[in-house]
């Protein structure tokens, strides 16, 4: 697979959806919030519009909710807008990546013709990353994901503040809202930002929005860099509505305790399988050779299932595969077929 190519290939050569059971996505399996529904549906008129260029009701709402100030924060859309912003404007020169990561880090890193730094995760080592061995780099900035896609390893707050006593960091918090945890946010200063989709959370990719959070006068910078009318309208009235909705948060949040305790359990009983220990709402897994993931990737793609391929993360292999948490009725038909391959695969 291409080197940038990401998880949820639904689409046909003409652009139209396949009928997919898409495990290759990490996105919130409850679906969008009937608050952001109702919110699309009454907004929908207003399409004819701009956009507020100041989003002031949607910083009102990241601000009640994640209490960021407004000086502090910059709208997206998507996070990945983040990371070829910042890099726009910071102009790092030597750039670290704990791999395997996200590939947008790398490829923004690319687009402004910095030093890619690959900082080597080991599957032995349960892709720890070692903080005194970053600060051995020579490294003018860090990026990395809390957790960190595909590992799903979570890097504790000591070590970010170990790390931003001589680096400058980037911390990717995309999958924050999944976790009962402490986001870093409280740690952003001169040295540490931090970026945070909304899009996975409450199921809105194609609408697009995150934020970020950063010192006051980087954050003037960013904010003057980047296009007036990125969120649009919709994503700015959905984003109100279900920021507000703890509801939603909450049920989610109780949903991947149980669902992921029974998908993990269930798939380490699947004989020449390793399953990593997932933090949020996806798995890694590596098969014992490349054969048998590639033949379980294919022959589950027959079904129309689909699972992420790991091939193109830097640092990993054929042998591995991402899966997505998802409801307990989509977990068990990709159980049940992984299952059935596998002794298939096994018998033959």
Not at 136 to 143: E, T
């Amino acid at each position: 697979m291409k080197k940038f190519e990401h998880g949820g290939q639904i689409y046909n050569a003409d652009g139209t959806t396949g009928d997919w059971l898409d495990f290759s996505a990490n996105i919130n399996p409850l679906g969008i919030s009937e608050k952001i529904r109702a919110a699309i549906i009454e907004n929908l008129d207003s399409v004819k519009n701009y956009p507020d260029p100041n989003a002031a009701e949607l910083k009102a709402a990241i601000f009640q909710r994640y209490k960021v100030p407004p000086e502090n924060l910059i709208l997206l859309n998507g996070a990945a807008e983040f990371f070829y912003l910042y890099l726009n404007v910071t102009r790092s020169q030597k750039i670290l990546i704990p791999v395997p990561s996200f590939s947008e880090y790398e490829r923004a890193a690319r687009a402004i013709n910095a030093e890619i730094i690959y900082f080597y995760t080991h599957a032995e080592e349960n892709f720890q990353i070692d903080a005194e061995k970053i600060l051995a780099q020579n490294a003018d900035l860090i990026i990395f994901g809390r957790p960190q896609n595909p590992t799903g390893n979570l890097i504790s707050l000591d070590a970010i503040k170990k790390i931003s006593a001589n680096k400058n960091i980037l911390v990717d918090e995309s999958f924050i809202d999944f976790l009962k945890v402490e986001s870093a946010r409280q740690l952003v200063s001169g040295k540490i930002s931090v970026v945070q989709s909304l899009t996975k959370i409450l199921a809105i990719p194609g609408l697009r929005l995150g934020f970020a959070v950063a010192e006051k006068n980087l954050a003037e910078k960013l904010n003057a860099a980047k296009d007036v009318w990125n969120v649009n309208f919709l994503a700015q009235k959905a984003g109100v509505a279900a920021l507000a909705d703890e509801k939603f948060f909450d049920d989610t949040r109780n949903w991947l305790q149980a669902e992921k305790n029974f998908f993990v359990e269930r798939l380490k009983k699947i004989p020449r399988l390793q399953v990593f220990e997932p933090t949020a709402n996806f798995v890694l897994l590596k098969f014992d050779t490349a054969e048998i993931a590639q033949s379980m990737l294919k022959k589950l793609r027959q079904e129309k299932i689909l699972l992420r391929s790991c091939e193109n993360f830097a640092g990993l292999d054929g042998r591995f595969l991402r899966s997505a948490i998802r409801s307990h009725e989509e977990n068990l038909k990709l159980l049940n077929a992984m299952e059935k391959i596998l002794n298939l695969y096994i018998s033959n």
